[in-house]
């Protein structure tokens, strides 16, 4: 292996180990990323590319792309010798036709920051090049799939499976990359894998936040100054509520993780949800599992933007 240091700004220097190929890549500046639109013409380069026995990561997006998705990149290109990117914003997942509508769409950026990252291969498809007929299988995987986001956005998840299937499909990688932030959606994504039958390893990448705790999301770049502002509060609750929770009842520390983020103007819970963390079912009392995760929802601001975060207690 070789220790390959990239400086992704002036504030943060990391270190990743790259395959020797990636490495010599990334030192001799000879990578030269490609972006296809035809699904066809990525699995022509991904034939070659297989066929010289290299392995393959994928890093599922839907654009917009910051820090956090960079992560993914950087860890797929340390793993794999080849990686491909998907940039797709899938109308499938969404049950808002507002949200689809205003969902950032930045493809010039999102491939500038590709490119930096060292990915390979960015696949980049129009709507009726993934789906050329309507899809219409359906995914539902309880417990996991119809609790929390599952309940509160009817379809999404069915939606979600129905495009990263089809990527797999498409891509055929060793291994996939999903940041935890979208903590439930890898444990359906898990379900879909195992129940289908895909040969391919989840790798769960933790969460990247800004200085001030604010989850990196691509609809952060939706919020207003004034909504910017007051957003960490979610994440100031979470973290503050562990150390409570140590001396209060489940219950307690609910209630006051909720009552904490309504106090402030501009915030509203949707739904704060404290589960066991490999069945996703909510759990009582403190020593209901071994494994205990808070998982919310909370909407901020006029329009209001719709933000998710979880925190773990135990595990």
């Known amino acids: 292996m070789v220790y390959f240091c990239y400086i992704s700004s002036i504030f943060d220097k990391n270190c990743v180990i790259l395959h020797p190929i990636s490495a010599i890549k990334a030192i001799l500046h000879i990578r030269k990323m490609k972006v296809f639109s035809k699904i066809a013409e990525l699995q022509n380069a991904l034939f070659d590319a297989r066929k010289e026995g290299k392995t393959i990561g994928l890093v599922p997006t839907m654009g917009a792309l910051h820090e956090g998705h960079a992560s993914l990149v950087r860890r797929s290109v340390a793993d794999n010798d080849v990686t491909v990117v998907s940039v797709f914003v899938n109308p499938t997942q969404f049950n808002d036709k507002n949200d689809l509508k205003n969902y950032p769409r930045t493809l010039d950026a999102d491939c500038r920051l590709l490119d930096e990252c060292g990915a390979d291969y960015v696949l980049a498809p129009t709507v009726e090049e993934m789906y050329p007929t309507p ?123 909720v009552a904490d983020i309504n106090a402030i103007d501009g915030l509203e819970v949707e739904y704060f949800s404290i589960v066991n963390g490999d069945t996703l079912q909510d759990v009582a009392q403190w020593d209901d599992s071994d494994y205990i995760v808070g998982c919310i929802t909370v909407y901020c601001g006029k329009t209001p933007i719709r933000l998710i975060d979880h925190i773990k207690y135990k595990g």
């Open 135 to 257: 899809d219409n299988r359906q995914f539902e995987y309880p417990p996991v799939s119809t609790v929390m986001e599952g309940a509160h956005r009817p379809g999404h998840f069915n939606g979600v499976c129905q495009v990263v299937s089809r990527l797999f499909y498409i891509v055929r990688p060793h291994k996939a990359y999903f940041g935890e932030k979208d903590w439930q959606q890898i444990a359906v994504i898990k379900a879909m894998v195992k129940h289908l039958g895909i040969n391919v390893s989840i790798v769960e990448c933790p969460i990247v936040r800004d200085a001030d705790g604010l989850a990196r999301s691509s609809r952060n770049t939706l919020l207003s100054p004034d909504e910017r502002a007051i957003a960490p509060n979610i994440y100031k609750a979470l973290s503050e509520s562990v150390k409570y929770a140590e001396s209060h009842s489940l219950k307690d520390t609910h209630d006051k993780v």
